[in-house]
């Protein structure tokens, strides 16, 4: 029965969620604003909020400096084919442990989650020599086969989770019409778990398309996607907030943008299953 | 169900992503990594010139952030990973990586290169058993910058070579903090970097030391107790609120706004306070040596951001033809050319500052020289030191140790705890890293 709310309560949840809401985008905004000022303004103590002269001149410096669209492509490649090949994995994975799952399924469930609790640096060295080995170094290749590796626990375990929720006796409704198993899962289990599909690929995209470690690590001219981008206006000696600013705007607007446009779906996808 | 559709177009973006590069085809890509400091980025914007004059050699840029740049290369030439052909490195890792044998030597760069142009106090921090490691790009030493306006109105005069106990007055003379004018800024920040630099360079003209000819350390002496605790004294006393975060890119902007009576540190920062664009005290500036105790070291510290080549390049001539040009008198004459003399990469070259147009353009070009060249990496401290380094200690565990010394005494000067244990802490953790090291 739901709960009976009265209009205080409900303006004090507004207000409380206005106010997490706003400090948890505060440094986007601040970041955003900040890259639209000079370097004078962009480090003027108190700080200016809104009212200074706005310039585009940031974004121009950052434009002739760098090779934005090549980072962006980079990114796009590396977030998009390390999430399709995820997916291309973890279906059938999430199939055989959501449907014929063995005595140990759960356990394998958890032992691959476990391996994302080690400190991603712990490997590195090895990793390193490995790409070393088979020339994947700053290769696009490389970076995505890694990301996929990295990500491919969660997306199995979301997707496990959202084909728990379809009822078994479809599956075998399917196989007793003759369906081969490869018919199964593509044309009866996908087309159902596509809102589920459709918000792991999406939080794994922006996992993806985010991860600033082996991205840094791993690529150098060729491959270096929007995270290199980013880190390439970090300065040791020089004041230039502004034009950090402009050049993280800059690589997080795709993802916003995509971000906003598909809200519902990720709300969806992220609170499905989560009544039970 | 468009699912076929979906899986070609997926299929597509992952054939695209194992594609060739994007580079043009050239003989020789040079893969170059630096990092973000303003003469990098202007060097980066003129490499038209190389390649017109080497049309087979095609450039490549890696711009990292300074700690990113140190761990990817150092990562690279351990694993002999070939990444990278030409590198922006540091005075603190030549010593140590030349005797890895990890850098090519530059002794064989072209006689119109001009060796003997050089300072020598940079030639002499770049070269390891006579074989030069790593070509300066741009120098710097540290000095005292002070506004001459508050100066002047404290009734006080700023001598060329001053001594700490002038500091001290000329900051007590110029606090008002109601005014938000502080007498002194100082880097808080810890770091090896940050407030390690300034420190272990101030601690020099204390007589302290980092260790003794038997590598013992010695932050439990009196030099030492007596450069922290004046150093705690200064910035708590005047020197602004929250000192112990502020590293080398926030005091420029405190100096900027007309926060700080005195900045003491790099000399490349000259260019920042006295230019007009950035900056509302850019005509007040003066420029004074760093300070000394009377004990015959000055507080200055020596630094180079430098090329080298990794020993992994296999594009070894095309490196080192580009490291030869963008160190060269040339480059200079270019940048002047194009951005003017005050723009052009300071503290490598004697021409430079035998050169009326430049001496002219930059004010504080003079007092450089003379910090820079009354730096001494050998023999940095006034005790006798078994280390190379003025504010720094060639040896591969400084970076690591330095750091959690620095967090000791950037907590001391935040308040949370007093110089004194700050010290304790200093020499335990010292003494355990030293022995764990084999020393």
């Known amino acids: 029965m739901a709960r009976n709310v009265t209009n205080k309560r409900k303006i004090i949840n507004t207000a409380a969620a206005w106010t997490v809401g706003l400090l948890i985008f505060f440094p986007i905004l601040w970041t955003i604003l900040t890259s639209f000022k000079t370097e004078a ?16 001149d940031n974004y121009r410096v950052v434009q002739e400096r760098s090779d934005y669209m090549r980072f962006l492509w980079n990114s796009v490649i590396i977030a998009g084919g390390s999430t399709f090949l995820g997916i291309l994995v973890a279906v059938p994975a999430a199939w055989s442990m959501a449907f014929v799952p063995s005595a140990r399924t759960k356990d394998i469930l958890l032992w691959m989650l476990s391996t994302k609790m080690l400190p991603a640096v712990g490997v590195l060295y090895p990793i390193y020599l490995i790409f070393i080995k088979m020339g994947l170094l700053d290769s696009r290749v490389g970076l995505t086969i890694v990301l996929m590796l990295i990500n491919l626990p969660i997306i199995v375990w979301m997707l496990y989770t959202y084909f728990r929720e379809i009822p078994g006796e479809i599956l075998e409704a399917a196989r007793m019409d003759g369906a081969t198993l490869k018919e199964e899962i593509l044309y009866v289990l996908t087309p159902m778990a596509v809102p589920g599909i459709a918000s792991t690929v999406l939080l794994n995209f922006i996992l993806a398309w985010n991860e600033a470690f082996w991205t840094l690590n791993l690529t150098a001219a060729k491959a270096a996607p929007l995270t290199a981008f980013i880190a390439s206006y970090s300065s040791p000696e020089g004041l230039f907030y502004a034009k950090l600013s402009a050049a993280s705007t800059m690589a997080i607007a795709p993802i916003l943008i995509l971000g906003w446009f598909s809200q519902k779906q990720l709300v969806r996808g992220l609170t499905f299953g989560a009544v039970k | 169900m468009n699912f076929r559709t979906a899986f070609c177009a997926a299929s597509a973006l992952a054939l695209a992503a194992g594609n060739g590069a994007f580079a043009e085809s050239h003989a020789t890509t040079l893969t170059i990594a630096t990092v973000n400091n303003g003469d990098m980025v202007r060097m980066q914007a003129l490499t038209e010139d190389f390649t017109a004059q080497n049309p087979d050699i095609a450039l490549e840029w890696v711009t990292l952030e300074e700690n990113v740049l140190r761990q990817r290369v150092t990562q690279d030439i351990a694993a002999n990973g070939g990444q990278f052909d030409v590198m922006t490195i540091g005075t603190y890792e030549v010593p140590i990586w030349a005797a890895q044998n990890w850098l090519v030597s530059l002794n064989d760069l072209p006689a119109e290169w001009d060796a003997d142009d050089i300072l020598p106090a940079m030639r002499d921090g770049l070269t390891v058993d006579g074989e030069l490691y790593a070509a300066p790009f741009y120098g710097e030493s540290s000095m005292v910058m002070y506004r001459k306006d508050l100066m002047e109105a404290a009734g006080l005069e700023m001598p060329d070579a001053p001594a700490w ?28 970097g940050e407030n390690m630099a300034f420190l272990s360079a101030m601690a020099n003209s204390y007589g302290a030391r980092w260790f003794d000819e038997e590598w013992t350390p010695q932050f439990d002496t009196d030099a030492w107790k007596a450069t922290l605790t004046d150093y705690m004294d200064l910035m708590n006393n005047y020197g602004p609120p929250g000192a112990s975060t502020n590293g080398f890119n926030e005091n420029p902007s405190l100096f900027q706004q007309g926060k700080c009576g005195m900045w003491i540190d790099a000399t490349v920062a000259a260019s920042f306070v006295t230019n007009p664009d950035d900056s509302t005290v850019a005509d007040q500036v003066g420029f004074a040596l760093a300070p000394d105790k009377g004990l015959g070291k000055r507080g200055n510290w020596l630094w180079a951001w430098s090329l080298a080549i990794p020993a992994g ?3 070894v001539d095309a490196a ?23 723009n052009v990469p300071p503290g490598t070259r004697t021409s430079l500052y035998e050169n009326e147009e430049y001496t002219s353009a930059a004010p504080f070009a003079e007092m450089t020289l003379n910090s820079i060249n009354s730096a001494d990496p050998t023999n940095p401290s006034v005790d006798p030191v078994p280390y190379t380094g003025v504010q720094f200690v060639a040896i591969p565990e400084f970076a690591g140790i330095a750091t959690q010394v620095g967090q000791e005494f950037s907590a001391a000067l935040a308040g949370q705890q007093t110089a004194e244990e700050a010290l304790e802490k200093a020499q335990a953790l010292t003494t355990d890293e030293m022995e764990a090291a084999g020393y």
């Open chain 2, 320 to 342: 080192k033809k580009f490291v030869a040009w963008a160190t060269s008198k040339e480059y200079t004459a270019l940048v002047a050319a194009n951005e003017g003399w005050a």
């Open chain 2, 165 to 192: 106990d002038e500091i001290k007055a000329a900051a007590e003379a110029m606090t008002d903090k109601d005014a938000e004018v502080y007498g002194i800024c100082l880097r808080g920040k810890a770091g090896w």
């Open chain 1, 41 to 56: 303004t962009a480090i003027a103590d108190p700080p200016v909020f809104l009212f200074f002269d706005w310039t585009l």
């Open chain 2, 313 to 315: 390049s296999d594009s």
